[in-house]
């Protein structure tokens, strides 16, 4: 049966879910497993994964820009935030008390005082994503009403901008000794208006309006094969010989995720009407609910991690995944619990 469903969004989509979960299952290795056979494939995953929150907030500006509704504030504040804020808040209720009952013992106080800093920092570190994206929901009918009236010079001139100041200049930063940093860190107040995951929602929009006859496949696949083996080379050397203090020990590998996101996402569009039937099937019913399986995965994966070894994520991952698609799915055949908690 042949679809007419723009699917490549989603295949974007379901991709960036599975990888952030995928790290969060491998921190545990990274970080105390070096010496096991397991923890040089957990980097070069860990470094792949790199590139699915960037993805993450590209195809929230695909959706959200190309839409003529986004213009209207009353869609903006009846649909849109009570969507996306309602279920983010529950969870962060349900995850403050998760996480101290089974990491401190139930204690009331601390689960309020988490909950009340809320405004002024995730309940758990796996909910940081969810702050530039409602910065950018807030924003995006001016937005909207920036990219309509921009032309391409000026949509590619912001973005060079953000690339500089928000990617290059930071990378750069962070790979100097402090010493040296310093010179080139900017005057916080003086970049005020940019913002440090925004140019991806712009990014998105700019890549999303490409024409597919106009993707050069092998080219994109050239950049993505090589940048991310550089990317791997880079991290792996970094991390295995503690070189984080080094001069431009990290700096190739932070410059370029903009780049591989960008030709990934190239990738997926290229192929637009080629993806096969079953992988359509599969990723059509995992898409409605990669926001669900975002806001559960912590537990899951906390659960899972209490019945198999941490360090295994090998097993860890494709359990906490399996329960999580599942539990979602499941959960969201309940109206009362889909409309307020998915």
């Known amino acids: 049966m042949k679809r007419n469903r723009v699917i490549y969004i989603d295949v974007i989509r379901v991709t ?31 470094t792949i994964s790199q590139i699915a929150v960037p993805l993450f907030y590209m195809i929230s500006g695909v959706t959200i820009l ?23 808040l529950i969870w ?34 796996a909910f940081w994503l969810l702050y530039p994206l409602i910065g950018f929901y807030l924003l995006s009918p001016a937005i909207k009403f920036f990219v309509d009236a921009a032309n391409k010079t000026v949509i590619n001139y912001v973005l060079i901008l953000w ?15 402090p010493e040296a940093g310093t010179f080139f860190v900017a005057y916080g107040n ?43 080379i880079d991290l792996y050397i ?50 409605p609910l990669t926001y669900g399986i975002y806001l559960v995965h912590g537990i899951v994966v906390a659960l899972v991690q209490s019945v198999i070894n941490p360090m295994n994520y090998v097993a860890v991952f494709p359990v906490a995944i399996v329960i999580c698609i599942v539990g979602v799915w499941v959960m969201s055949k309940i109206p009362l619990v889909n409309k307020y908690m998915m």
């Open 163 to 177: 690339y500089i100041t928000n990617i290059f200049l930071p990378g750069f930063v962070t790979s100097l000794p």
């Open 238 to 287: 970094v991390h295995r010989y503690a070189l984080q203090q080094k001069p431009l020990a990290s700096f190739p590998a932070s410059v370029l995720i903009p780049i591989l996101a960008g030709s990934l996402f190239l990738i997926c569009k290229k192929y637009e009407g080629r993806y096969p039937e079953k992988l359509q099937v599969v990723i059509e019913f995992i898409a």
């Open 92 to 125: 962060a209720v349900i995850s403050a008390f998760f996480f101290q009952i089974v990491g401190d013992g139930f204690k009331l106080d601390v689960i309020i005082k988490k909950i009340a800093m809320m405004y002024n920092q995730p309940v758990i570190t």
């Open 16 to 46: 960036a879910m599975l990888a952030v979960v995928l790290v969060h299952t491998l921190t545990n290795m990274i970080v105390s497993g070096m010496g096991s056979r397991l923890w040089i494939p957990a980097n070069i995953m860990e």
């Open 190 to 232: 003086g970049l005020m208006f940019l913002s440090n995951m925004g140019g991806y929602f712009l990014l998105g929009y700019k890549l999303s309006n490409i024409k597919k006859e106009n993707i050069n496949v092998k080219l994109h696949l050239s950049i993505f094969s090589i940048g991310m083996l550089v990317s791997i």
């Open 66 to 88: 190309n839409s003529s509704k986004t213009r209207d504030l009353k869609y903006l504040f009846k649909h849109r935030l009570v969507r996306i804020m309602v279920p983010f």
